[in-house]
């Protein structure tokens, strides 16, 4: 306890350089847990489950995918024969059929865009990354909304950034439904691919913050019926995503020996073959999609983090090194008194760790706190992701790296401290 409290007070007796020192490690811890933090969102994204979980099937030469809608009965069975019990059959699947329009048709823009998904409103909460396992209150918003959509043709749910846009594109001052979106109408006109195709929506729920933020999800009946109706307004041709408006199909499967026979059954069926498909987990294939990341992904894992790390060791050398040329004096009458060499490195260890661990933690709760708890999480739009939270072991990171880069940075001048000569310190002070 001396000891302890004899740390304490030395890093409180130069106050300012302990608050300098502090801040310097806050901000660059800050971008190390940053970092760490996005990085442990793609490593999660791309680790392949032991169990429950997901393949995508996608149409294997072309891109965007667009598959033909007779696909989708054989692939929600794995393409499992009726007359072969053995064959192995998914325990959940999902149609995306993919929609992008706009909210002013005569001045598209990037803010006025919205993406949006068709699909079978039973498996929104199902087979959607994110929608699984959701705390208690917004998984009640979420069953509701779904019951909404569910008994809605017109209906959609949106994400928040898009209620956003909505609300300063087309909102009024003092409209109610600014307050209370549900019920509110609008309409989305196709662009694209999608051209010709336009829908008159009601909002029947908002998704939660977060990974769908840039999402809607509305009735994939609407859209077929939308599709079938193109003709009588277009001299009789059909749409162009007429025949081939399954853009993915996701399949859950109990575990990997399944999902090798359902991959078996898909890619030997000659159901599938105009055009070909392919099957792939959905770890792998977020990583596909990452692969364009690659390198900056690879130089925010081995350049930046470490670069923050060693530069923040450097920064606590120098903090260290000032305050033992301070204090010879002080080390040499302490000497005197019979502090051992070790014990005088102790203490010069103990005050760069204390002041890093502290100003590490608070960096790296100050980050959780503000990010998850005030913004809301950060915009990140790579791949399936919207928006990433930082994860709760991060305060441990940040305790960890503020500790651990102070150990090392404090190593050399405690050294120095412990090499103190008490003769030569008094002969010059004499």
């Known amino acids: 306890m001396k000891y302890l409290l004899l740390i304490f007070k030395n890093v409180g007796r130069n106050l300012l350089r302990s608050l300098l020192t502090a801040l310097g490690t806050m901000v660059l811890v800050l971008v190390v847990t940053l970092v ?27 891109m965007p995918s667009r598959m033909p809608f007779k696909y989708e009965r054989a692939l929600a069975e794995g393409a499992a024969r009726e007359n072969h019990p053995e064959d192995t059959r998914p325990t959940d699947s999902m149609a995306w059929r993919f929609f992008v329009g706009t909210l002013d048709n005569e001045n598209r823009s990037f803010r006025n865009t919205m993406f949006g998904l068709a699909c079978n409103p039973d498996k929104l909460l199902t087979m959607m990354d994110g929608l699984e396992n959701m705390p208690q209150n917004q998984e009640d918003e979420m069953r509701g909304a779904v019951a909404r959509l569910k008994s809605k043709r017109d209906g959609i749910i949106v994400g928040r950034d898009h209620l956003k846009n909505l609300n300063a594109i087309i909102g009024n001052a003092g409209d109610s439904t600014l307050q ?44 077929l019926d939308t599709i079938d109706a193109y003709p009588q307004s277009h001299g009789k041709r059909p749409h162009v995503l007429a025949d081939r408006n399954l ?62 790390i060693i530069t923040l060791a450097l920064v606590l050398a120098n903090a260290i090194s000032i305050s033992v040329r301070e204090r010879r004096t002080e080390l040499a009458v302490m000497k005197v008194l019979g502090f051992r060499p070790g014990q005088i490195v102790l203490l010069v260890l103990g ?42 072991n991060a305060i441990g990171w940040g305790a960890a790296v503020g500790a651990g880069a102070a150990l090392a940075g404090s190593l050399v001048p405690a050294w120095f401290a412990s090499r103190v000569k008490p003769a030569e310190v008094f002969a010059k002070v004499g």
């Open 351 to 392: 005050e760069s760790v204390f002041l890093g661990l502290l100003a590490g933690l608070a960096s790296a709760g100050a980050t959780y706190a503000v990010i998850n708890w005030w913004l809301g999480g950060v915009k990140f739009p790579i791949a399936f992701f919207d928006s990433f939270f930082i994860p709760v």
């Open 247 to 308: 853009s993915l199909f996701w399949l859950k499967v109990p575990n990997k020996d399944a999902y090798n026979r359902i991959v078996d059954q898909i890619t030997s069926s000659p159901e599938f073959k105009d055009p070909e498909v392919k099957i792939e987990t959905a770890s792998s294939g977020v990583g596909s999609f990452m692969e364009a990341y690659r390198d900056l992904l690879k130089g925010m894992r081995w350049l930046l983090a470490p670069a923050c």
């Open 36 to 62: 760490w933090s996005i990085l442990s969102l793609i490593d999660k994204a791309t680790e392949e489950k032991s169990k429950d979980f997901k393949a995508i099937v996608t149409e294997r030469w072309s």
């Open 180 to 223: 209370n979106p549900i019920g509110r109408r609008f309409k989305l006109t196709g662009i694209a691919s999608f051209t010709g195709l336009d829908f008159e929506f009601e909002i029947v729920g908002i998704f939660p913050p977060g990974r769908y933020d840039n999402f809607t999800a509305f009735n994939q009946g609407y859209y």
